[in-house]
């Protein structure tokens, strides 16, 4: 009688390897479920860090509309960038706080927390739910400032004299009253410092603005305006370990064609403060009082005229024996044309440019209209795109607003400036 044999524990061996391959795949099932899992994690985690860096800076940027407003902003931008899930229970928990360091500089806090469901691993009770977090901070130092503006005579025929005062309110309007410290000065042919540096500046430099209505007239006296704003900048002191932006913007629409000098009369006015230039075509070269901007026409003692074309009250200083003028530039005497001044006025204009950016301040420039010299404003900025860019001193940026005169002019130029306010506001978040 022939048998058949089994091996010991051989159905036993067939159920082990059953067990087996079903622990095995369940442990691939939740290797593969939990690395879906990990990557939706990751995802709202990315989701979640963009919307808090961006609620972050918008909060920072509107401060100064005041913090409910910036508070409101800062909000609005997380929930757009956050979005929406369908693995999101609930809405997310956020919380924004502004603060004060000790060194006076303002902060804000952002600090997200969200709960998304999982799949996979949520077979284990306690990974039902996964917490996504995060958090930002944003320092927004102090922004010191001052705007250069040009008022010159030409500005009443390109649009500017319309378009200037508007884009200078919508401009300040983006800055802080009462941490940030900002002052006006105005150029034609002579310079002045409309509205001091200080705090509490968007009232006075409005009025200022309005008021260059109906006082556009003269040359372009760049360099003196220049040299104002950056003693306006220096006055104001900094505090220990204060995060502090210090800014030029110029503003202009037309070449630099004036310069100041004492010139060394040889008649009884002795050594006199002249502003001379002030032509952009031909070769004449005016003379005027560095203090009113009064066109002086010579200086050879006659009445000149008045920035009117009225005879002046005053007769001009009778400077004789000069008949040149010492030029920065190379030393050398050089004759009053309309040719070697500009060239003077751009040189000087440049150096101050140059020496703002050496105590570390950022300078932007602004062209208005199609008569601008582009070159000789991104040298002044600056600008990446300069022939004499030098990326050791602080970027700066050269903007223009090119249609005007026309129905454009005024909204580009405050989309010019704006262009500027976003510039100088990430420069102030850290």
């Not at 099932?29 to 690395?35: H, P, R, V």
């Not at 800062?74 to 997310?92: E, I």
């Not at 799949?119 to 320092?139: E, K, M, Y």
Request: hydrophobic share 40%.
């Amino acid at each position: 009688m022939n048998h058949n044999s089994c091996k010991p524990g051989q159905g036993s061996d067939r159920g082990q390897v059953t067990i087996l391959l079903a622990l095995s795949l369940l442990l691939l099932l939740l290797f593969a479920g939990s690395a879906v899992d990990f990557g939706n994690f990751y995802v709202a985690k990315a989701r979640m860090s963009k919307a808090v860096d961006a609620a972050c800076l918008t909060g920072m940027k509107n401060l100064a509309q005041g913090q409910a407003t910036a508070l409101t902003l800062a909000t609005n931008s997380f929930n757009a960038n956050y979005g929406t899930s369908s693995l999101d229970v609930g809405p997310p928990t956020l919380v924004i706080s502004f603060t004060t360091n000790g060194a006076g500089n303002m902060m804000i806090n952002v600090d997200a927390t969200a709960s998304i469901r999982t799949f996979f691993i949520g077979l284990v009770p306690q990974f039902q739910t996964f917490q996504v977090h995060n958090s930002a901070q944003a320092t927004r130092g102090k922004l010191v400032m001052s705007l250069v503006l040009d008022r010159s005579g030409s500005m009443n025929n390109n649009g500017g004299a319309a378009a200037l005062p508007p884009a200078v309110t919508s401009f300040i309007a983006n800055f802080d009253d009462a941490n940030d410290e900002v002052a006006m000065v105005s150029f034609a042919s002579n310079a002045t410092v409309d509205v001091a540096i200080g705090y509490n500046f968007k009232t006075p430099i409005t009025n200022a603005a309005d008021a260059l209505q109906g006082n556009f007239s003269g040359g372009t006296f760049g360099p003196g305006g220049l040299t104002l704003g950056k003693a306006q900048n220096d006055s104001v002191p900094i505090v220990p370990g204060q995060n502090v932006t210090k800014v030029i913007v110029y503003f202009t629409d037309g070449w630099v064609n004036i310069v100041q000098d004492t010139l060394n009369c040889t008649s009884r006015w002795g050594p006199t403060l002249y502003n001379y230039g002030g032509h952009d075509s031909g070769s004449q070269v005016d003379f005027f009082d560095p203090v009113s901007g009064t066109d002086w026409k010579n200086i050879d003692g006659n009445y000149g005229l008045d920035h009117n074309g009225n005879p002046a009250h005053q007769p001009t200083p009778d400077c004789t024996g000069v008949t040149k003028f010492t030029a920065q530039s190379d030393g050398n005497q050089k004759s009053f044309t309309r040719a070697n001044v500009t060239a003077e006025a751009q040189y000087r204009a440049l150096q101050t440019a140059n020496a703002m950016r050496t105590e570390g301040m950022v300078v932007y420039s602004i062209g208005l209209g199609s008569s601008v010299d582009q070159t000789f404003l991104k040298e002044i900025a600056n600008d990446p795109s300069s022939p004499t860019y030098n990326s050791a001193q602080p970027d700066g940026l050269a903007v223009f607003a090119p249609n005007c005169p026309s129905s454009q002019c005024t909204t580009e130029l405050q989309q010019v400036f704006q262009t500027i306010a976003s510039r100088i506001l990430l420069r102030l978040t850290q």
